[in-house]
């Protein structure tokens, strides 16, 4: 009875979405209007021929209307007095700029309840908004300090996170929303958890970090600080991976009533760090994660996210009419595939590290260079947030999830407290008994005990702000999984600390490769050359995999990071370290290259071997051989800058060796006395948890590095030569989390 029930309230929420996208034929009524860059249509008819009309009348786009009666016209120039042309034409709208922000008299019009809103933002839009408080209180109870999430998950669906823990209720916001939605509520902060446009029960269309999306940031911003019940009538932003994404965006667009921002596990370049690592299609997790946004976009009930589901099969009368737009969704996966060089014009707007250089408010941003999602390359942009004066970067190795781990989650909450809600940091016992069992949930891996505040027993919040804007700047966390709480455990066991990033005190340090699989500070005299087949097949695509899948942030993964085959890649590994050397940031592999082919795919990887005979991975660097010109302006000894244009790709040159600089991502680590550096080149694959790539080797490309002489191909390094261990032990095989450990065996050329 209840299966015919649900089937019943299906069908005829489905009937009245199309009701409302369409309405009775003889009674649509087309109305049209503008957003930035865009302007949207309703109530045509299905298949309506649509002209966009300029001030002059002049027709400067067309379309068709969809099933629902609705069209967006792209990329229109800023101005007023367009109209639109179907069976009637509409009144006259403003296509807006990425300048026309709202007055403050149009936010304080918007008057937010607990629980679930729709709000209007600058172009119409209705976004879902839902706010949260802390356990037993309501609005009343406040002035609350409060924090923003945005994301494009199941954000602003309305039920409490923590009593849906187990369950599959579909009103319960995604777990990935964790520090909106459960976190930030038990540390005594009022969330707003604000639905991404086209998703969930928001309106509009979906277009991935489009310029609508990043400006609706702003207006959630201004919208809720201008409720009387926000301390201070200003907010802070939190949130993990999509939601410490958005942050930078929003940040970006400088809303002047937000006071900080906390992004943890972010990325800065959707084509360099995750869609098209060294120009090489990821189609693993990065195509997988947009096949999931495109699923998430599409309209409720047919399908969507299952609170809009629910919603829409509830009657929900709002929800139901933001579904009209969603078939003007932009197909990330499409402009992924037709754009495998870094359009700008697609990539630039759309990439979190355009936007980080405008971020004015205090920052605190928490990342792994080992984040099995988002990768390590988010590190190379941290430069742009060098003129922020209040900006504090915690940066380990780890997985994407160990942002909220307990070498970090102490600092970022007394980071919102000084700066968003103004009041001494102290976390509730309460908070502090509960930490083992979150992790334990989130994760499933033990963690360090979480550490109350240095602050706790002060009084007067300026002076504990003043100390801490002493903190260092840059903070490495190292060797985050070899603590005493068992192998893979969360938590570092030392840090090393500096005042910027790009580390100044991190030198460019040279070792050539050489004959026998050599890799030393002196450059051979005698040349030579190594060669390798690139053979994708050779190992499987990704360390996690089959029965593994899905270990990603436990203690102990089940990898299976395969070693080189046989003349399937070629090593190189220097001679025992005599002392500590500290790696710590982006490196280059500078090779002179001859290939059988005209183009092919180099993957290198670092890594450490150690005494006991076994080798850890430290990291990877990937890049497609045409794409090897570089941006001169931002290229350095360690950190090459292909360009990835398509204007700049060039095939190898026939029987000759060419210049090919593979950028290494960003990462830092200590190489222990009596351990020996090794760097490997292979095909791409075999070396990540859940990334895959569209390689262009099939196993018949035989390439060829030349040594010595002129042309002395080398491995350059980021080192910190006053840093070391700190006496620290080497850690045990498999403890350090996000980096496997194996077996060393030597390569086919020796290294």
Known sequence: ????????????????????????????????????????????????????????????????????GSFIFQNVAAGSGYRVRGASTTRSFKVLSTRSNPPAAFFRKIKLKQGLNYVKVRDGVEIAMTVRLPAGKKLSDGPFPTLIEYSGYQTAAPKDLLGALGTNDPLAPASSTAVGALIAPLLEFAVVSVQMR????????????????TFDGYDAVEA??????????????????????????????????????SPMSATDDIYRATGYPGGIGNSGFALSWLKERMSDAVPAP??????????????????????????????????????????????????????????????????????????????KSLGELAKNPNVWISLQNGVHADSLGPSTVTRWVEFLNLFVADRIPKISQAVLGLSDALYDLLTGAPAAKVQQSRFASMTDVAAARAIFKKDPRVRLLMDNGAGPEGLGSIGATW?????????????????????????????????????????????????LYGEGAGDDWKAQPRYDWAPLVADKGVGFTTAALGEDLVLAGP????????????????????????????????????????????????????DPFPTHLKKDAASLPAGAFTLVRVPIFPVAHAFRAGSKIRV????????????????????????????????????????????????TPLPAPTALRGEPSRAYLPASNGG
């Open 224 to 261: 809720v600080a201008a409720q009387s019940w926000v301390k201070g009538r200003k907010v802070g932003m939190g949130g993990i991976s999509f939601s410490g994404i958005t942050q930078l965006f929003t940040a970006g667009t400088q809303p002047p009533h937000l006071a900080a921002i």
């Open 198 to 213: 086209g998703s969930g029960c928001s309106g509009g269309a979906f277009d991935l970090f489009g310029l609508p999306t």
């Open 495 to 543: 840090e090393l600390s500096y005042n910027a990033w790009p580390i100044r005190e991190a030198k460019p340090t040279a070792y050539y490769l050489g004959a026998g699989g050599s890799l030393s500070p002196t450059k051979p005299s005698v040349t030579g050359s190594a060669s390798y087949t690139a053979d994708p097949a050779a190992r499987p695509q990704q360390t």
């Open 302 to 379: 047919q399908g969507g996210q299952p609170w809009a589901k629910a919603l829409v099969a509830a009657g929900d009368k709002n929800c139901i009419a933001n579904q009209r737009l969603r078939l003007q969704t932009r197909d990330a996966v499409k402009v992924r595939d037709e754009n495998p060089f870094r359009t700008p014009s697609e990539f630039d707007q759309r990439s979190p590290s355009a936007w980080m250089s405008k971020i004015k408010v205090p920052t605190f941003l928490i990342g792994q260079f080992h984040d099995e999602q988002v990768g390590g390359h988010f590190a």
């Open 587 to 638: 490196s280059s592999l500078d090779l002179y290259l001859k290939s059988s082919a005209k183009d092919t795919d180099l993957q290198v990887t670092l890594s450490e071997v150690r005494p006991d005979g076994q080798e850890t991975y430290v990291q990877n660097g990937w890049l497609r051989a045409s794409h090897r010109k570089l941006d001169a302006k931002r290229s350095t000894a360690t």
């Open 680 to 727: 490997t080149v292979q095909a791409a694959g075999g070396d990540r948890p859940i990334w895959k790539f569209n390689t262009l080797d099939a196993g018949s490309t035989l390439n060829t590095i030349a040594l010595g002489g002129a042309k002395a191909s080398k491995l350059v390094l980021a080192v910190d030569a006053s840093a070391n261990a700190k006496g």
């Open 1 to 68: 009875m209840l299966k015919v029930r649900a089937v019943v309230l299906g069908s005829v929420a489905a009937f009245a979405l199309v009701a409302v996208a369409t309405g009775p034929a003889s009674a649509a009524k087309i109305s049209a209007s503008g957003s930035i860059g865009q302007a949207y249509v309703l109530g045509a008819k299905s298949g309506q021929s649509l002209s966009l009309l300029n001030a002059r009348g002049r027709t400067v786009g067309k379309g068709k209307a969809d099933r629902f």
